[in-house]
């Protein structure tokens, strides 16, 4: 099937789902888009247990005629980081900098070795052979987290802003240092890179340090051009060809385009909103790089919905997904926990704040995508089946019960406050 019929399939699916969501389940729309897609993957599947082959297999074949590695990576990554970045504002950003940096950085790679040891344990306890590299690559693919459907719950029940910018600034930042982290151990696991600490260290630095170099410079550049003209048709166009040709030529380059595009889109969100932008450019942008992130992030959990078709499942992966599921919430909360803790000595945080970024951590269609990136082989498709059922839990479990927990940290701090009072 070409190109052009399996986006007209993916966008009217998704049309469709996100009407049946609001008009009937009124979930988070992205959340909604996924938990049906994956109830109608799982009667397709019945349907060919039970002899209606036909249907199901030609819907497979559609969804496996998509490389997802490929239109998350190397598509819509770029588009949603760049849109996610471009509406964060800097000052709210610097007053959480440290707060992020140590979780999007010390913390994905705590989380990594944390999860990649005792994952390696488990599988291996259940005779899921695997190597220990390759479960610290399943750390490194499991441990960014996914802003998209958080961000929604969390502002309908109005948590302080602090917080908000610190789940999303660590959110952009840690996919970026995830991938890094990931394409390390991969080359030293595929025998491409050595694994020493020269080899990993520069490899580290021209990824991400260079990324961060490349956003600034493309960054930069957009923002002088869009400050030269006054056309909101013409700009727009600017910005599309910062996130698609930038994000193209940082691969020429070998630095993280991910990390660039966060960078770049803080740039024209803040600086080149400010100084380079006229009312009527700033509503324009707004409106289409929002539609833009709708549109893709709706495309997006759709596509994780569906992939379930192409997947092989079996007893021992379920049994892995229910001893890791702990070990990740686990892995999280110490990531999180452990340095917020040493951070409480020089500054004050919100209530509940480790308990709402644990549990509010959700995995997304990177770590499925990731997975999808592995060599062929027996590894793969355990860490493949594992992943996909985690992001999956995450996604529907912790996604539709933070709303409750929020309410709950909110009521128990006021509770707190009101004692302080009396006392």
């Not at 999007?104 to 390696?120: C, D, K, P, R």
């Not at 709706?298 to 229910?322: K, P, Q, R, S, T």
């Amino acid at each position: 099937m070409d190109i052009l019929n399996i986006i007209a399939i993916l966008l009217t699916l998704s049309a469709i789902f996100s009407y049946l969501n609001y008009r009937f389940i009124r979930l988070p729309t992205t959340i909604g888009i996924m938990l049906i897609a994956l109830l109608l993957s799982l009667l397709l599947l019945v349907a060919g247990k039970l002899g209606f082959l036909d249907i199901s297999i030609r819907i497979g074949e559609v969804i496996k005629s998509i490389d997802f590695h490929t239109t998350l990576i190397n598509g819509m990554l770029s588009f949603l980081l760049f849109a996610g970045a471009l509406h964060i504002n800097l000052n709210e950003l610097r007053k959480q900098q440290w707060v992020i940096l140590v979780l999007a950085t010390i913390g994905v790679v705590s989380s990594t070795f944390i999860v990649g040891s005792l994952s390696w344990l488990i599988l291996n306890a259940l005779d899921l052979q695997i190597s220990f590299v390759y479960s610290l690559l399943f750390g490194a693919l499991i441990s960014p987290t996914d802003p998209i459907a958080v961000m929604g719950i969390l502002k309908t029940v109005g948590v302080p802003k602090s917080l908000e910018i610190k789940i999303s600034g660590e959110s952009l930042f840690n996919d970026g240092v995830a991938v890094v982290v990931f394409l390390v151990l991969l080359g030293i696991a595929t025998g491409e890179s050595e694994a020493t600490f020269a080899s990993v260290s520069s490899l580290f630095a021209l990824e991400a340090i260079g990324g961060t170099v490349y956003g600034l410079v493309i960054g930069g550049i957009t923002f002088y051009m869009l400050r030269s003209v006054n056309n909101y048709q013409v700009e727009i166009l600017l910005t599309l060809a910062l996130v698609t040709g930038g994000y193209a030529f940082a691969h020429v380059l070998h630095v993280s385009g991910p990390i660039a595009m966060v960078v770049a889109g803080l740039m024209i969100g803040n600086h080149g909103r400010q100084f380079a932008m006229s009312s009527s450019t700033r509503e324009h942008l707004d409106t289409f790089w929002e539609l833009v992130d709708e549109i893709l992030n709706a495309v997006l959990f759709l596509l994780i919905g569906m992939e379930v078709l192409v997947l092989v499942f079996y007893i021992e992966y379920f049994l892995a997904v229910l001893a890791l599921i702990p070990v990740v919430l686990a892995s999280r909360f110490v990531s999180v926990g452990a340095p917020i803790y040493l951070m409480k000595r020089v500054r004050s945080f919100s209530p509940g704040v480790v308990r709402l970024m644990t549990w509010g951590g959700l995995r997304g269609g990177i770590s499925v995508a990731l997975a999808l990136s592995l060599p062929a082989g027996d590894e793969r498709e355990v860490i493949l089946a594992v992943t996909y059922s985690l992001v999956v839990f995450s996604i529907l479990v912790q996604g539709l019960t933070l709303g409750s927990l929020t309410r709950q940290v909110q009521v128990e701090a006021l509770r707190d406050l009101v004692k302080k009072h009396v006392v």
